[in-house]
């Protein structure tokens, strides 16, 4: 997990709410992604970036937007959060094709 | 693939004993292959990556072996020890032109009985 930070490491939402969660790295990489993981499953990929300004949508993006406008971060937004959105969230970063590192997590609860 | 919400398939083996698990992957295009270890409470942990030009990979008492044929990885892990005990997951590497993800199985938990 060297070089990820990711904040906050908990956080409990309201319905409706919103609030961004960080990803940042410090290694130069330039692919950086979003993941969920709910309990019995495995990661699910909500959006990634190849690189600063380029964004794009995984597997279960409704309900979350990103951007990248530099290649250190990559925040999550939830706009209105929903209980359905209670999760673990995992930033990854990497380059192309090599190992990638996830950060610690942010556990987020919606009620 | 695609993630149910199944109870984890579970591995239990002695303490020194050899260890292997098994995954499928969908994309037969799929190029490049990472198994994490993930501890409880803990993001995933690279162990070891295999790229689709080889059929066998050795790390430090870990072993992947890669089967394109019928898209199927395994993770050996030699004398497993109690610290092994974890969540374990495939995860495969879509192509650059197909977006480049990465795709998780659902995950083996190993428990390691001393």
């Known amino acids: 997990n060297a070089g990820v930070t990711q904040t906050p490491k908990f956080q409990v939402l309201k319905t409706g709410q919103s609030m961004t969660l960080q990803c940042a790295q410090d290694?130069?990489?330039?692919?950086m992604s979003w993941y969920r993981q709910d309990p019995g499953m495995g990661l699910r990929l909500i959006h990634y970036s190849v690189g600063a300004g380029i964004t794009d949508q995984g597997e279960v993006p409704n309900g979350y937007n990103v951007s990248r406008s530099t290649t250190e971060d990559f925040p999550l937004r939830l706009l209105s959060a929903a209980p359905s959105q209670t999760s673990v969230y995992f930033c990854?970063?990497?380059?192309?094709?090599?190992?990638?590192?996830f950060g610690q997590g942010t556990r987020l609860t919606v009620v | 693939g695609e993630n149910v919400g199944l109870h984890l398939p579970t591995l239990s083996v002695q303490e020194g004993d050899n260890s292997i698990i098994n995954c499928a992957y969908s994309n037969s295009a799929s190029d490049y292959f990472i198994w994490y270890k993930q501890e409880s409470g803990k993001g995933p942990q690279f162990i070891i990556d295999i790229r689709s030009n080889m059929d066998k990979r050795q790390g430090q008492r870990v072993t992947v072996l890669l089967n394109k044929t019928v898209k199927h990885l395994s993770l050996q892990i030699a004398a497993t020890q109690p610290g092994d005990s974890a969540v374990y997951f495939c995860a495969e590497n879509t192509p650059w032109n197909q977006g480049g993800k990465l795709i998780f199985g659902q995950g083996t938990e190993l428990s390691v009985k001393p």
């Open positions: 290694m130069n990489h330039e692919y």
């Open positions: 990854r970063t990497g380059r192309l094709n090599t190992e990638a590192f």
